[in-house]
């Protein structure tokens, strides 16, 4: 059985600095593309980031480019994305998914519970 689950969420202010960390098991973790999603209350859910199984390729979407670094360890099964520069814009709840393709939104089957990011202005 897959387990995601994310860790590092919180209160910054805006400007500020966040790190998201997603620790996974129940698949052969170096086989799989990861991914960051978020939702913010009203809205639908956003593919912010996602990385291939080497750490290799990576994407990001516009809004977040240039901000938001995703990186893994295949050593320790981890995904992290590191948020730099954050705006109230980027409050949300982000979720760690596991899927195929590091590119496609829609091949990302598996999800953790969510962290909750706050940024304040």
């Known amino acids: 059985q897959v387990q995601l689950v994310e860790s590092g969420g919180g209160l910054v202010q805006a400007g500020g600095s966040l790190r998201l960390s997603c620790a996974a098991s129940?698949?052969?973790?170096?086989?799989?593309?990861m991914g960051w999603f978020r939702q913010a209350p009203g809205k639908e859910r956003e593919f912010v980031a996602g990385?291939?199984?080497?750490?290799?390729?990576?994407y990001y979407s516009d809004s977040v480019k240039g901000r938001f670094t995703i990186s893994r360890d295949n050593a320790k099964n981890t995904v992290s994305l590191q948020m730099n520069s954050l705006k109230p814009e980027d409050t949300a709840v982000y979720y760690c998914?596991?899927?195929?393709?590091?590119?496609?939104?829609?091949?990302?089957?598996?999800w953790g519970q969510g962290t909750q990011v706050t940024v304040s202005s």
């Open positions: 998914a596991q899927g195929s393709r590091y590119s496609d939104y829609s091949a990302y089957d598996y």
């Open positions: 129940g698949r052969t973790f170096r086989n799989t593309a």
């Open positions: 990385i291939n199984w080497s750490g290799a390729y990576t």
